[in-house]
């Protein structure tokens, strides 16, 4: 069983937007910070945005503040990923990680236990 499954991903125009959601099964989700990384073309996977077990704390990386945003349902074991005004640069596989407990050095990858396999996202100029 794959504890975290990826959808939503596929092409979009540069101004545009998508939602990508992030199914968990196997684990008590709400006892796990959620955070969605990326990883562009021959560059590093990079930390976006992570959200605390209940949802009261968010962290967004500076490059989608203001564009991006985070939310997460307990009880459909789903969190999900609002991408707005979309750009080029942000084409990548996006993976959402799921950690326990406190979501402190929340982009710390080596800190996540469940990983999603990916999901595509390509945003064209």
């Known amino acids: 069983e794959v504890p975290l499954v990826e959808s939503g991903g596929g092409l979009v125009q540069a101004g545009g937007s998508l939602r990508l959601s992030c199914a968990a099964s196997?684990?008590?989700?709400?006892?796990?910070?959620i955070g969605w990384f990326r990883q562009a073309p021959g560059k590093e996977r990079e930390g976006v945005l992570c959200?605390?077990?209940?949802?009261?704390?968010?962290y967004y990386a500076d490059s989608v503040k203001g564009r991006f945003t985070i939310a997460r349902d307990n009880a459909k074991g789903t969190a999900y990923l609002q991408m707005n005004y979309l750009r080029p640069e942000d084409t990548g596989v996006y993976y959402c990680?799921?950690?326990?407990?406190?979501?402190?050095?929340?982009?710390?990858?080596?800190?996540?236990?469940?990983w999603g396999q990916g999901t595509q996202v390509t945003v064209s100029s």
């Open positions: 990680a799921a950690r326990w407990g406190p979501i402190t050095d929340w982009d710390r990858q080596d800190y996540y236990a469940y």
């Open positions: 959200i605390s077990s209940r949802g009261g704390v968010t």
């Open positions: 196997g684990f008590r989700f709400d006892d796990y910070g």
